[in-house]
């Protein structure tokens, strides 16, 4: 376990999907459990984000407005200053530019990377 930098308490756990190694957010006060697919430090700066194989980070703009919600709290809660969108799609969608950016790019640095193979 560790504490947050909110008053929240977090357990941090490895878990496989997929054949990959994820990190998955455990046991925070008052959240479900919320995978994150990159995490790093930075020269001493927490940077977690996204990778999906496609242009969108969810289906539909209320699941994507509600994940990006999730992803901030998140970020919130672990200190994150940066938010890393990756994507194996050549672009993109704007719609999901335009979610992201409205949210988490209020509070953290996003990083935007597409095309990647």
Do not use: P, Q, Y
């Amino acid at each position: 376990m560790c504490t947050c930098s909110s008053s929240s308490t977090c357990g941090i756990d490895w878990c496989t999907s997929s054949g990959s190694r994820r990190i998955r957010v455990v046991t925070r006060d008052n959240e479900t459990d919320l995978e994150v697919d990159l995490w790093a430090i930075v020269d001493g700066r927490i940077v977690i984000g996204e990778a999906k194989k496609g242009d969108v980070l969810a289906e539909t703009e209320d699941e994507e407005i509600a994940r990006c919600a999730a992803l901030l709290r998140l970020a919130r809660d672990l200190s994150a200053v940066e938010f890393v969108m990756a994507s194996g799609a050549s672009r993109w969608r704007e719609r999901t530019r335009r979610n992201v950016e409205n949210t988490l790019g209020r509070e953290l640095t996003v990083t935007w990377r597409d095309g990647l193979k």
